[in-house]
């Protein structure tokens, strides 16, 4: 099955909780999704499926554009780690002038493919792990639930930050994760958001915006 066919096959195509205009397709069951891609690629390990719901950060990222839409108004905009796409078409709907959503799951490219086209948003998909590469040109970088595992944390925030200190914008969401270090972000936003998946007890869920900061210059 190929994985456009997968991703129709195991979600349905609903409303995102808090944001009416915009649909995705999700799935009811983060186990019954979860073990379906296991025995699909025949990985026992295979990781979580993050494209099939939408995280408490990347609702807070999607609600933050809608209310503040000059965030990425004329911008160029790459959303890491997209996963359903959600803050991508949220960037689109906001007056982005283009938007790239880059992630390392197959599964993901797919489903933000369909979920762009489903909304009428053009975004550029590309599967990809930009995390050792030197950031890209671009004047918004978007991150939303990337502070879930330490190892990718670290790497996450390291890149973040390059980023920042060549003049990009970075605008993160987090529902409040152990691996995200505030020191490196400002409080910019915060909302009650409802996860569509209660893994780690997000059912119910305060999420923050940030804007990542620039170290201090050494003296």
């Given amino acids: 099955m190929n994985e456009r066919a997968f991703v129709v096959r195991h979600t349905r195509l609903q409303d995102v909780p808090g944001l009416p205009h915009i649909r995705l397709h999700l799935s009811d069951d983060i186990y019954s999704v979860w073990g379906a891609v296991q ?24 609600t933050y554009l809608r209310e503040h839409p000059e965030a990425v108004a004329g911008c160029r905009v790459l959303d890491l780690a997209s996963g359903s796409g959600l803050d991508a078409i949220a ?30 948003a053009k975004v ?40 920042r200190e060549r003049g990009i914008q970075v605008l993160i969401g987090d529902p409040g994760r152990r691996y995200l270090d505030p020191s490196i972000a400002q409080e910019i936003a915060s909302y009650e958001v409802r996860s569509t998946t209660d893994l780690e007890d997000l059912g119910r869920s305060h999420a923050t915006v940030y804007a990542v900061v620039a170290r201090p210059a050494s003296t």
């Fill in 39 to 62: 025995r699909e690629i025949g990985e026992p390990d295979a990781p979580i499926p993050y494209w099939a719901f939408a995280w408490g950060g990347g609702l807070a990222l999607a």
């Fill in 124 to 163: 550029e998909v590309k599967r990809v792990d930009l995390l050792d590469d030197e950031p890209p040109d671009v004047d918004v970088i978007l991150a939303g639930d990337c502070w879930y595992e330490e190892t990718f944390a670290v790497r996450v925030t390291a890149w973040l930050q390059r980023a």
């Fill in 91 to 120: 960037a689109m709907h906001a007056g982005a002038a283009e938007v790239t959503a880059v992630d390392i799951d197959r599964y993901a490219i797919a489903a933000i493919g369909l979920n762009a086209r489903t909304n009428r």
